[in-house]
């Protein structure tokens, strides 16, 4: 089965103490995680730093349930993507976490971007589109088909369908290295369906953000949708294996046989 959630995030320095259990009891074997909750939208290198410190040791705690991406405020620049270097090939991350400091296509995010590619490591991108309070440097899904467009060779999952479903997918239809994660208040059973028609089952990734959200609401989403059983399985797991088994660092992850 392997089910894999895509999208989840430490509380504070450890997982929720949930996680684990929750994942046992609904058949979520990996939480691929980042840390940034809590941290404020522009964190200095040290509280970025420190909050990956964290999450390499809880995937050092459960190597078999835990995988990270490592967060970076680009604004930080080459110590940063030293960091990030750090965590990949000594650490065992998997791949890269963009947020509100700064848009995603910015060209401070380059080369994170172009070292992630070298990597073949996901690049998970906080992505909203808002009515009122948009972030001044909150990435909406045009700037995630923006870098989609400077960087085909990135593999790059815009969260939370970028908030909303019908825009964003149009948005990001034409660019086969974006994939979708199915987390966010917004995101229910029939945002998942429409996103899995336009884009593709290979396409979307089952993501919950927890800690601050439901793991059985957010599985019921996938379940809600009407796919097919096949369809339903790459959403849930299959899609995230293949991407975790490309990755060329020194991460742990087996993958398991994509059934
Ligand atoms: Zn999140």
Redesign the pocket.
Known sequence: MNWIDA?V?LQGADLHPLTLSEGDRLGVERFVC?T??GMGYYPTFEQVSQSNDHLSAVIRRHPDRVSGYCYVNPRHGAKALDDFRRRMEDQGMIGLKLWVATLCDDPLTYPFIEQAIQYRAPILI?AWRKTVGQLPYESTASHVANLARLYPEARIIM??MSGQVESSVQLVEPYPNVYTDT?GSPIGGGEVAIAVKRLGAKRVLF?S?LYGACLASNIGKVLGAGLSEEDFERVMGQNMVSLLSEVKTSHSYAGGEAK
């Open positions: 999208h995030h980042s940034v909750v906080h969260a939370h987390s993501g953000d």
